[in-house]
């Protein structure tokens, strides 16, 4: 199988669409998809639908940014640098998105299910909460698109009659996912180094995946450990290399989570005006990665770059 | 004067709860300081997980997130959120997870989603997260809080993760088959829940404080009858838990100048 290597501007070109469904890899500080995440915004998509579970910098620059119209998620957060994502927070306030609030588990097993062909996955995470009770979305979007007709449904456990309540979840598949890894061979086959998080399901649930990689590798290499790799060559769509494309977000054995940048954007984030200084200075003007990464400057990526032995950097100022 | 914090105190406190075998689903702050001084004071086997998939990680430096790489080293398994989450359940367990969260009711319900209503949000959080999961499925739970009236409340504004429900057996009839909170570690003392009602009642003062301060600072009606002075910190728990856990004070702060004095 030929790969389908592609640059990323292409790649948003081909396979996103305004009000399409994206589930988003990664997890508050790793493996966000950033270099994708930038190019949508030059593109300026818009309606975006957001199916996440812990999801940090990647969401709050498309929210920031105004691409976002819709989200099903469990966590909005950057982590320390923002416990609460400052562009998630503002948006839901001012209601300019619309959010589902579901937990961790709950969406992992949604994105399963929809991987996995089961028409609905049941669990008992979630049973008497409001998570269970309220739905965020208004009625009438429910059914439409795709918007699941119901949030969710409580009901006695059908096989057990000692069971219980359970929760009953509907499947996500979504239209695109978007993962960063760390290496693609060249037939692409993924290989995800560290968590994999729920990229895996996310990328079996999704009709096209789109993958950016640090490095693309000969096929025999990859497949030399095959105990290793993430996801099958034939499940991908179109893979673009990113060097540190998951930048300021970490990438095990490749870089840690860069700080100082994390530290700039919380400080740029919470307003509108000095938001929109950081997209122009950081996201409009490069349509290159190697631009971006000149921008960063060689000083903080060194600072950041991974040490082999442990996969993140020893001693880096993280306050 | 004391010669400890009440960060300091708080992680000793929660750490004295933890067991020898124990598996500590952690978060990161507070928890993983909590876990890490148990681990190298009175409970070396009690291992530690993340929501993310790390298993037993050998955390030479703290992570400052669930999913910071720090959390992929030195692993036992290197998985993903269905595998680590699915643990929380597994009966044969003792899983204890470490949460917080913005309002807490006397039956230890938390609320981490948001204040006011979807129709009209006062304020924001950044939701669930894995901590529905785990008040919903660990064997048990320890709740870290601020004490203030505003997040001690009679009724949540959004409640997010299952705690005692409405005391009782209310949990169990609800459809749960284990957990509930056990203790909730404050800046001012450790909150326990009664064995027949569920509702929360104070267990331990700090000695810079007095049960009275608390319940004035409790926003619903809170039993201080059983109400104990803590144990301060001995020396060696300061010590390790200065010098071994976070020598780099990330999460217990600066040293305030009281120490000092």
């Known amino acids: ?319 | 004067m004391e010669n400890y914090t009440a960060t300091e105190i708080m992680a000793l406190s929660a750490g004295r709860l933890v067991h020898n075998g124990d598996i500590l689903f952690a978060g990161t702050g507070l928890s993983m300081l909590a876990a890490t001084v148990a681990k190298r004071i009175h409970a070396p086997e009690a291992i530690v997980f993340f929501e993310t998939g790390g298993i037993d990680p050998s955390l030479d430096e703290l992570p400052l997130a669930v999913a910071d790489p720090r959390v992929m080293v030195g692993t036992s398994v290197n998985s993903g959120l269905a595998d680590a989450l699915s643990l929380l359940c597994h009966p044969k367990l003792r899983t204890i997870a470490f949460l917080g969260a913005a309002q807490i009711d006397c039956y230890g319900n938390l609320n981490s989603t948001l204040l006011g209503s979807y129709e009209k949000p006062r304020q924001r959080f950044p939701g669930s997260g894995g901590a529905c999961d785990a008040a919903s499925m660990a064997y048990g739970v320890i709740i870290f809080m601020q004490h203030q009236r505003r997040r001690f409340v009679e009724k949540l504004d959004y409640f997010t993760s299952p705690g005692w429900l409405s005391g009782g057996d209310s949990r169990s009839r609800a459809g749960f088959k284990r957990g509930g909170p056990m203790a909730v570690v404050t800046d001012l003392g450790v909150m326990k829940f009664d064995e027949r009602t569920r509702k929360m009642y104070l267990d331990v003062y700090y000695p810079f404080t007095n049960p009275e301060k608390i319940m004035a600072e409790t926003g619903f009606t809170l039993d201080i009858t059983r109400a104990k002075e803590a144990l301060p910190p001995s020396d060696t728990e300061l010590s390790i838990l200065r010098k071994d856990v976070d020598p780099q004070r990330l999460i217990l702060g600066p040293v305030p100048a009281m120490i000092n004095d």
Not at chain 1, 172 to 198: E, M, N, S, W
Not at chain 1, 252 to 260: L, S, V
Not at chain 1, 314 to 319: A, D, H, N
């Open chain 1, 1 to 319: 199988m030929t790969l389908n290597r592609m640059i990323a501007s292409d790649a948003v070109k081909k396979y996103i669409r305004d009000g399409d469904q994206i589930a988003l890899g990664g997890f508050t500080v790793n493996r966000n998809p950033m270099l994708i995440i930038r190019e949508m915004i030059r593109q300026e998509k818009k309606k975006l639908y957001l199916v996440v579970h812990s999801q940090g910098q990647a969401m709050e620059l498309l929210i920031g940014a105004g691409c976002v119209r819709r989200i099903e998620l469990a966590y909005g957060g950057v982590a320390r640098f923002a416990p609460t994502g400052y562009r998630f927070k503002k948006a839901f306030l001012e209601k300019k998105i619309e959010v589902e609030d579901y937990s961790n588990y709950q969406m992992t097993l949604r994105f399963m299910a929809g991987a996995m062909g089961l028409p609905f996955v049941a669990t008992k995470a979630g049973l008497a909460t409001d998570i269970v009770r309220l739905s965020g979305f208004p009625t009438e979007i429910r059914g439409q698109g795709k918007v699941p007709l119901h949030k969710l449904k409580i009901m006695d456990d059908p096989l057990d009659p000692d069971g219980g309540q359970v929760v009953v979840l509907p499947p996500l598949k979504p239209d695109v996912a978007l993962i960063h890894v760390q290496y693609v061979g060249d037939d692409g086959t993924c290989r995800i180094c560290g968590l994999t998080f729920a990229d895996i399901e996310q990328a079996k649930a999704a009709k096209t995946v789109i993958v950016t990689c640090e490095e693309i590798v000969p096929a025999d290499y990859i497949r030399r450990e095959p105990d290793q790799n993430s996801l099958p060559h034939f499940l991908i769509d179109a893979v673009v290399q990113a060097p540190f494309g998951a930048h300021p977000t970490a990438c095990h054995h490749f870089y840690d989570y860069d700080p100082m940048h994390l530290n700039l954007f919380k400080k740029m984030a919470p307003n509108d005006d000095s938001f929109k200084k950081y997209l122009d200075e950081w996201v409009y003007p490069f349509d290159s990665q190697e631009d971006y990464l000149d921008r960063v400057g060689i000083r903080d990526i060194l600072k950041i770059r991974a040490n082999p032995a442990l996969g993140y950097a020893p001693g880096l100022e993280r306050r």
